[in-house]
């Protein structure tokens, strides 16, 4: 499909948001009038009210001849002047996809690439263009890989995709807001109702009476019935559009493997899932480690550190890139599947290019370690970058166990809490072991209705699995609180802990240490042994 097709079947999508604007409106009408003829007055005055409460919406939306400007993707601006040789690529790959360059390119901290265009007059004039670039993508591709997404990116611009995606992005933009001030509206009716009835339960529970149950799913049900009109229409327009957008990945696809070569694309694009993956699993496990102690790595390690993991981690990254997604992320998505793309681009003729451009992105930087130092201020919010910052990764790991096992926040710990009024301590628990009390305290864990409900042995196999689980918290805590326990950072694998050694010189298992104490015949010795490991401690049990 050609622009000018495109542009015309985009107009008339939005053309056809606002005449479902003007139709909703003219029923509205068309039931007051009825009102106004056949009901009672005092009927017709407070359905008058409802119309008009369902009609603002709808009119708000038909007022909003803007298009929406979404918020601009946080990122450090690259210049000419600071990054002549990603400038100097980028260029030269604009000529050769036979387009004009971005006027702005921005490095992000997202696995991604995207340009956007802010073009006049529903797209029909071109604007200022801006390249986003993720630096996590230049951690973890080939200058080759990252070549064809450029190219691929670039061939968007080529094809008027980002020009004319002013219209689309303008129709999905009304079709959602005037969905969402609908729903928004039945929420706070709901809100109000259940408050409603809520403070009538109180007023008869005071007064002795029984409190009926709380229940507001009749209010705000026009709302919502006025938003499933709009849903309806919302799912016609992003099904009409989708074949198109889904087109333009083939097609900008197709650019690059001609640009960039097949072998280099068709890697890029089984690289991003994995780097995708990679990099949320980094986050939660690495960079933010110390976020609920409010602490940070170095600077500049926030992002670095992901170059790092993916280097130690290359085995285990190899057999992610076979398992290509095969499926869209959602029936919305305007990207093909992954599997379906690699596919078509694999089946291309051999170019002969395989060996193009093997170094590393990141080395199109001009100086990559201040970058991800830069990034960080653009890219974390105020309140983390507050944050205190350790000297290396490895004192972020001891700083973050010390303060996680000191919290005491076992169901374990909550149990002995409730069970004894004390506080809880492993030498007092390991006494109430040995009293004979462990399976009266383990009544207090939080167990299901069948684990409640069994006695003897049935009922002690239901909740061991917890209490080892927590014993082994409580003597983690114990051990690093007499610095018996040291950790060890690894890229390559979760955090290890490294406890005394055994009698025999052997590494420490603690998980068969604790095994006895949680026995049908509890044995707490050998935790005991392992407590009285160092010197210092002796006898303090």
């Known amino acids: 499909m050609g622009a000018t097709l495109r542009a015309v079947r985009a107009l008339v999508l939005l053309a056809g948001f606002y005449l479902l604007g003007v139709v909703l409106l003219a029923v509205l009408v068309g039931i007051d009038w009825l009102l106004y003829r056949y009901a009672p007055a005092s009927l017709a005055a407070k359905l008058y009210l409802v119309s008009v409460l369902l009609a603002i919406p709808v009119v708000r939306s038909l007022f909003m001849l803007r298009t929406p400007r979404e918020e601009e993707t946080a990122g450090l601006p690259a210049t000419e002047a600071d990054e002549p040789e990603l400038w100097r690529t980028v260029r030269e790959l604009a000529e050769q996809v036979g387009t004009r360059a971005p006027s702005r390119i921005l490095l992000t901290a997202d696995v991604n690439a995207a340009v956007a265009e802010d073009a006049r007059l529903l797209g029909l ?45 303008r129709g999905r933009a009304q079709v959602l807001r005037t969905i969402t001030h609908f729903e928004q509206r039945a929420d706070k009716s709901a809100a109000r109702e259940q408050a409603r009835q809520e403070k009538k339960n109180a007023k008869a529970e005071a007064k002795g009476k029984q409190a009926k149950e709380v229940d507001p799913g009749h209010a705000g049900v026009t709302y919502r019935m006025m938003a499933k009109i709009y849903i309806t229409y919302a799912k016609l327009y992003f099904r009409a559009t989708l074949s198109v957008s889904r087109r333009q990945e083939y097609a900008a696809d197709a650019a690059a493997a001609r640009i960039a070569g097949r072998d280099a694309t ?25 976020s609920g102690s409010e602490l940070l790595p170095p600077r500049g390690e926030v992002f670095g550190g992901f170059g790092r993991m993916l280097s130690a981690r290359q085995l285990e990254l190899a057999g992610m890139r076979t398992e290509l997604p095969t499926e869209p ?20 003729p051999d170019d002969g290019r395989a060996d193009e451009a093997r170094g590393a992105a990141l080395d199109l930087l001009s100086d990559a370690q201040n970058t991800l130092v830069a990034l960080e201020d653009v890219a974390l919010t105020d309140d983390v970058r507050r944050f205190s910052r350790t000297r290396d990764w490895q004192e972020l790991l001891d700083r973050t166990m010390a303060e996680s096992f000191g919290s005491g926040s ?35 864990l939080p167990l299901s209705d069948e684990a409640a409900a069994a006695n003897g042995r049935a009922f002690r196999e239901f909740v061991r699995p917890t209490l080892h689980r927590s014993l082994i918290s409580m003597a983690l805590a114990e051990l690093n609180a007499r ?36 026995a049908d015949a509890p044995d707490t010795a050998p935790l005991r042994a392992l407590l009285a490991n160092d010197s210092q401690h002796r006898g303090a049990l």
């Open 483 to 518: 610095s018996l326990l040291r950790w060890e950072f690894s890229w390559e694998r979760s955090a290890i802990p490294h406890l005394p050694p055994a009698p025999d010189g052997t590494e420490t298992d603690l998980a068969e240490v604790v095994a006895p104490a949680v």
């Open 125 to 169: 004039l071109p604007g200022p263009r801006r390249l986003y670039l993720g630096v996590p993508l230049l951690q973890g591709l080939s200058e080759a890989q990252l070549r064809a997404v450029l190219a691929h990116e670039l061939g968007h611009y080529s094809n008027s995709d980002t020009r004319l995606a002013a219209l689309t992005v």
């Open 329 to 348: 992320s959602s029936p919305y998505d305007s990207h093909p599947p992954i599997a379906d793309r690699v596919r078509r681009i694999e089946e291309l």
């Open 410 to 444: 076992t169901s374990l710990h909550r149990a002995y809490v409730m069970y004894t009024k004390d506080q809880p301590t492993l030498p007092a628990l390991l006494k109430l072991i040995e009293d004979g009390q462990l399976w009266q305290l383990a009544k207090r």
């Open 266 to 290: 068709a890697a890029a694009l089984r690289e991003i899932p994995v780097l995708d993956a990679s990099f949320g699993f980094y986050m939660n496990c690495y960079a933010t480690l110390g």
